[in-house]
């Protein structure tokens, strides 16, 4: 199954939907198309609330990308814009685990320089040695053309959703 871009970002954000909030983006921001936010608490405590053994808060921002042709440039800029804005939505202290950045790029096609710099990109940050948690950057890109996608090493759970997603049912033999 081929999908168009629009087609891969709708399906995406579809299956986003039942655990991620989305927040469409305005025409001005493009090629952003949406931002998605995952937070989870969790706790454990002893007979009741009062008595809590340990909380830990985990977070996901998932960055949409909609672009035609990515370069480098482009690929750079999105990449550092994703890397702020997921940084400042991070709630990091007492209790923060981890925060997962996630920019996915759509494209039709790509450049391989791009795509170069997109597996080779290692950003993680730990908060008072891993006290207050720390953050990873997934990356993902999803060339609607060839139906490839690219992640770099940290990214890899998203290269698997990503399949799981768009082409499970081409693997069950379903047209």
Not at 18 to 38: G, S, T
Request: one cysteine or more.
């Amino acid at each position: 199954m081929y999908y168009t871009r629009e087609g891969a970002i709708s399906t995406l954000l579809d299956s986003y939907r039942a655990y991620f909030n989305i927040i469409k983006c305005e025409e001005v921001e493009k090629p952003l198309v949406a931002v998605c936010e995952f937070f989870e608490h969790s706790e454990k405590y002893v007979l009741s609330r009062k008595a809590q053994l340990w909380d830990a808060d985990c977070e996901e921002f998932i960055y949409l990308f909609d672009v035609p042709h990515l370069t480098l440039d482009e690929y750079k800029k999105c990449r550092d814009y994703a890397f702020e804005d997921g940084m400042k939505r991070a709630n990091i202290g007492p209790g923060h685990m981890y925060t997962y950045i996630t920019p996915i790029f759509v494209c039709d096609t790509c450049d391989d320089d791009a795509v170069r710099a997109l597996k080779k990109c290692r950003i993680y940050k730990s908060f008072r040695f891993s006290l207050h948690g720390w953050m990873d950057f997934h990356n993902a890109v999803l060339e609607v053309k060839t139906n490839k996608i690219y992640a770099n090493s940290s990214g890899k759970c998203v290269e698997k959703i990503l399949k799981k997603v768009l082409f499970y049912e081409r693997k069950r033999g379903v047209s």
